[in-house]
């Protein structure tokens, strides 16, 4: 699987967007990106995918650049509760094999939302 | 919908007794993850499941460690004599098979603290 980079930390004013990027220089054709958030004492929340074209849901958008190698999740009107630790990973298409499907997580970024 | 459910949501125990941890997926996931989480760590998989195959067991970190589903459904995990080194969040997660075993959908967890 390929290896993600992501900033450590990054903060955020409530109610302004908040960019979180991430590099996957060495992703390959058949993996997709995927977004977690982990917020403090809570399990992992699944947030967005995509392959290469952006995407968007009632959480958030992906955008993924042209040549796959970075992409940015954004928060279009960050709340203090989306304070959390933020995950991207690369994984193969999802097809049915299990050992495929387990997740690891990275160090993330740590996003702080601030009044 | 209701999410995936964990119980207990906390669980001291002495060293040496056995634990038992259930977690009830959401309807209709076929695929049922189990992960633990140290303090300030990344994901460990434990075991997963996915329809009537057969389990993949490979992070099971030792024969102290087992679990089994029930008809599909309801999932137990038990750890036999329990050491300190066990105490972390185990935390279980379902999803849908084909095409969608990267979302995850994760219950609150339990947290086990072996004294």
């Known amino acids: 699987d390929a290896k993600t980079t992501q900033p450590p930390s990054m903060d955020c004013a409530e109610g302004r967007a908040a960019n979180l990027p991430c590099n996957h220089s060495t992703i390959s054709g058949n993996e997709y990106v995927y977004w977690y958030r982990q917020i403090h004492s809570q399990g992992p929340q699944y947030i967005i995918h995509g392959l290469k074209n952006n995407e968007t849901n009632e959480m958030a958008s992906l955008i993924i650049t042209e040549d796959r190698k970075s992409s940015t999740l954004i928060l279009p009107h960050a709340t203090l509760r989306d304070t959390a630790v933020y995950y991207c990973i690369v994984r193969v298409a999802p097809i049915d094999t299990g050992t495929a499907s387990k997740l690891t997580f990275g160090t993330g970024t740590r996003l702080q939302v601030t009044l | 919908g209701a999410g995936v459910s964990q119980s207990p949501s906390n669980k001291v125990t002495e060293k040496g007794k056995d634990v038992e941890l259930r977690c009830d997926p959401i309807s209709g996931h076929t695929a049922l993850y189990w992960y633990r989480q140290s303090l300030g760590q990344g994901l460990e998989f434990l075991i997963y499941f996915q329809g009537n195959s057969a389990p993949d067991k490979s992070g099971l970190p030792s024969d102290r460690f087992s679990a089994e589903r029930t008809g599909g459904s309801v999932s137990t995990l038990t750890i036999q004599r329990t050491q300190q080194e066990d105490s972390a969040v185990y935390l279980c997660?379902?999803?849908?098979?084909?095409?969608?075993?990267?979302?995850?959908?994760f219950g609150p967890g339990t947290r086990l603290t072996v004294t």
């Open positions: 997660a379902s999803s849908l098979a084909w095409g969608k075993l990267y979302e995850q959908y």
